[in-house]
T-cell receptor, first 117, second 111 residues
Framework: DGGITQSPKYLFRKEGQNVTLSCEQN?????MYWYRQDPGQGLRLIYY???????QKGDIAEGYSVSREKKESFPLTVTSAQKNPTAFYLC????????????????FGEGSRLTVL | KNEVEQSPQNLTAQEGEFITINCSYS?????LHWLQQHPGGGIVSLFM???GKKKHGRLIATINIQEKHSSLHITASHPRDSAVYIC?????????????FGTGTLLAVQP
């Protein structure tokens, strides 16, 4: 079945360590996204990519890095520079469109919960 | 003030009740999405709207573009409807695929 797979589902990290969250999709979507979810806040965009080997910063990119070497994969690294990394991270994908009529349904993974000890 | 506001933030209902969740936004949009987040965290898309009304099973979504308001209705609610419901808008003029999310409405349906 087509979908988005995130791993790991739960991750614990010590302060000062980098961690990488995996996101793989088999929907043949060109666009992929990383969101962060904190209690009482809406999802916030970290990074997005609309094509292989290209990605753009979202609203809260500081302390994060991504790569897009393959269409199917968009891993997110939470670096030690991220001051408050404990959060729920969601990966999503969609087709790429343009113009006012584009509505762009998003397909989400199950999320990864990162806790910094 | 958030660009997307949802109300109520929390809602408890008895099984069988008719439920309404509201979403107001302050920007021009090309589409509005209703999403459902399960207790485990995964999110599924329920509706995309740019005008009028859509229905899927017991769920109905409406949008009034002039008033910048959308509602999600659940008829004959059931405990399995318990989830967080999130409204998100795709703003005009911004990055093509960028959504602005509300903070969600936590719905608990009691048997």
């Amino acid at each position: 079945d087509g979908g988005i797979t995130q791993s790991p589902k739960y991750l614990f990290r010590k302060e000062g360590q980098n961690v990488t969250l995996s996101c793989e999709q088999n929907l043949n979507h060109d666009a992929m996204y990383w969101y962060r979810q904190d209690p009482g806040q809406g999802l916030r965009l970290i990074y997005y990519s609309q094509i292989v080997n290209d990605f753009q910063k979202g609203d809260i990119a500081e302390g994060y890095s991504v790569s897009r070497e393959k269409k199917e994969s968009f891993p997110l690294t939470v670096t030690s520079a991220q001051k408050n990394p404990t959060a729920f991270y969601l990966c999503a994908s969609s087709i790429v469109g343009s113009g006012v009529r584009f509505t762009g349904e998003l397909f989400f993974g199950e999320g990864s919960r990162l806790t910094v000890l | 003030k958030n660009e997307v506001e949802q109300s109520p933030q929390n809602l408890t209902a008895q099984e069988g009740e008719f439920i309404t969740i509201n979403c107001s936004y302050s920007v021009g949009i090309s589409a509005l999405h209703w999403l459902q987040q399960h207790p485990g965290g995964g999110i599924v898309s329920l509706f995309m709207l740019s005008s009028g009304k859509k229905k899927h099973g017991r769920l109905i979504a409406t949008i009034n573009i002039q008033e910048k308001h959308s509602s999600l209705h659940i008829t004959a609610s059931h405990p399995r409807d318990s989830a967080v419901y999130i409204c998100a808008v795709r703003s005009m003029g911004g990055a093509t695929n960028k959504l602005i999310f509300g903070t969600g409405t936590l719905l608990a349906v009691q048997p």
